[in-house]
């Protein structure tokens, strides 16, 4: 065989066990049931959203027990799960708190000095047996508060990496009204 044929063989090998591209998901902002209004000049600072190590990555993983993580088959975050679910957090605390300044701090705007600090930190982001969604964070709002610990479920129409992505969204915007209902009592 000659070496362009080789060439040739070699690389329509290598093509045909290439992979299709990955679908790409990212998240968005869940309307709130019933916005809560905010007080006049009410800020908050959200900083970046910790996540589990298992769940940083570009793949979309999830727990599905205690002690297996599995992915969706060629089904991939957009960008960084952290800075995504930041973002969406974010925008669902503007819809559901009007008249809100809400920081996200991984980006270039400073927060104003009066802003209430908010941090999140995700403990797990899965799925149960029953085919539901589940995510556990806890978080602090103000300086030297004690961490709130919420467990969060969102149905998931079938077991995909769309149905995931979906009530994943779902879930921070429930998240969004747990911490709009906490600012009220430091109004």
Same mark, same amino acid.
């Given at each position: 065989m000659?070496?362009?044929?080789?060439?040739?063989?070699?690389l329509?090998?290598?093509?045909?066990?290439?992979?299709?591209?990955?679908?790409?998901? &990212?998240?968005?902002r869940? *309307? #709130? !049931?019933?916005? @809560? %209004?905010? $007080?006049?000049?009410?800020?908050?600072?959200?900083?970046?959203?910790?996540?589990?190590?298992?769940?940083?990555?570009?793949?979309?993983?999830?727990?599905t027990?205690?002690?297996r993580?599995e992915?969706?088959?060629?089904?991939?975050?957009?960008?960084?799960?952290?800075?995504?679910?930041?973002?969406?957090?974010?925008?669902?605390?503007?819809?559901?708190?009007?008249?809100?300044?809400?920081?996200?701090? &991984?980006?270039?705007?400073p *927060? #104003? !000095?009066?802003? @209430? %600090?908010? $941090?999140?930190?995700?403990?797990?982001?899965g799925?149960?047996?029953?085919?539901?969604a589940?995510?556990?964070?806890e978080?602090?709002?103000?300086?030297?508060?004690?961490?709130?610990?919420?467990?969060?479920?969102a149905?998931?129409?079938?077991?995909?990496?769309?149905?995931?992505?979906?009530?994943?969204?779902?879930?921070l915007?429930?998240?969004?009204?747990?911490?709009?209902?906490?600012?009220?009592?430091?109004?």
């Amino acid at each position: 065989m000659t070496r362009p044929a080789l060439t040739l063989l070699l690389l329509a090998t290598l093509g045909a066990c290439a992979t299709p591209d990955p679908t790409l998901y &990212t998240l968005d902002r869940v *309307a #709130p !049931a019933s916005p @809560i %209004p905010a $007080s006049q000049g009410e800020a908050i600072a959200l900083h970046r959203i910790a996540i589990p190590d298992y769940a940083d990555r570009p793949q979309i993983v999830r727990a599905t027990d205690r002690v297996r993580v599995e992915k969706y088959p060629n089904a991939h975050w957009a960008g960084a799960l952290d800075t995504l679910l930041t973002s969406a957090l974010a925008a669902d605390l503007r819809a559901t708190l009007p008249g809100a300044t809400i920081i996200d701090t &991984t980006g270039p705007i400073p *927060a #104003p !000095a009066n802003a @209430i %600090p908010l $941090s999140v930190q995700i403990t797990r982001l899965g799925t149960t047996k029953a085919g539901a969604a589940v995510l556990i964070a806890e978080y602090t709002l103000g300086t030297g508060q004690p961490p709130r610990t919420l467990r969060l479920h969102a149905p998931m129409a079938t077991d995909s990496a769309y149905a995931y992505a979906t009530a994943i969204d779902a879930m921070l915007g429930t998240l969004a009204t747990r911490i709009a209902q906490a600012t009220i009592p430091a109004r």
